[in-house]
């Protein structure tokens, strides 16, 4: 299901059409329909993403450290700020100011454009130690009750 059909044909001329980060992608096309029949007042999401949201570096880097656990050997750290093999980080990309991160800002900024601009977001992004999958936990408060 596409989001917001209308706004490609403003673009036909430019060329480019930008495409949201993954996580807010899939968060957005399942709030569309949603927001259709009874507008969202307010969404808290957690993102529980893959290592492969952080490339084949991030692939390569779950690898040899779950390797390097199960032989014991020196565990290192190279891509992500800690240790990711057998681990929960509980944050993507850098802090802002305002204590959340660049990657949990993506996601709030790129739903209101593409949605809604009034809608309440929060957003906590997690990296887990899996190579391929995003999952997300998500709580929608409605203006009206969904029947």
């Known amino acids: 299901p596409e989001v917001n059909p209308d706004e490609v044909s403003l673009f036909s001329r ?3 059409i ?3 980060n993954c996580s807010t992608a899939q968060l957005v ?3 569309k329909p949603l927001h259709d029949v009874a507008t969202i007042k307010r969404v808290v999401v957690a993102t529980y993403q893959s290592v492969s949201g952080a490339g084949k570096e991030g692939m390569d880097e779950l690898f040899t450290q779950t390797r390097a ?3 014991a050997d020196q565990v ?3 891509k992500f700020t800690k240790r990711i093999a057998f681990n929960v980080i509980p944050h993507i990309d850098v802090f802002l100011d305002d204590g959340s991160t660049k990657e949990e800002w993506k996601m709030v900024a790129e739903t ?3 949605l809604d ?3 309440k977001l929060t957003a906590t992004c997690v990296r887990v130690p899996v190579f391929i999958g995003h999952s997300e936990a998500v709580n929608i408060e409605f203006e009206k009750p969904i029947t």
């Open 29 to 31: 096309v399942a709030l």
């Open 117 to 119: 601009p009034k809608i």
């Open 76 to 78: 290192d750290v190279k």
């Open 18 to 20: 930008a495409n949201p």
């Open 112 to 114: 209101k454009k593409m």
């Open 14 to 16: 430019k060329n480019i």
């Open 69 to 71: 656990v199960f032989v």
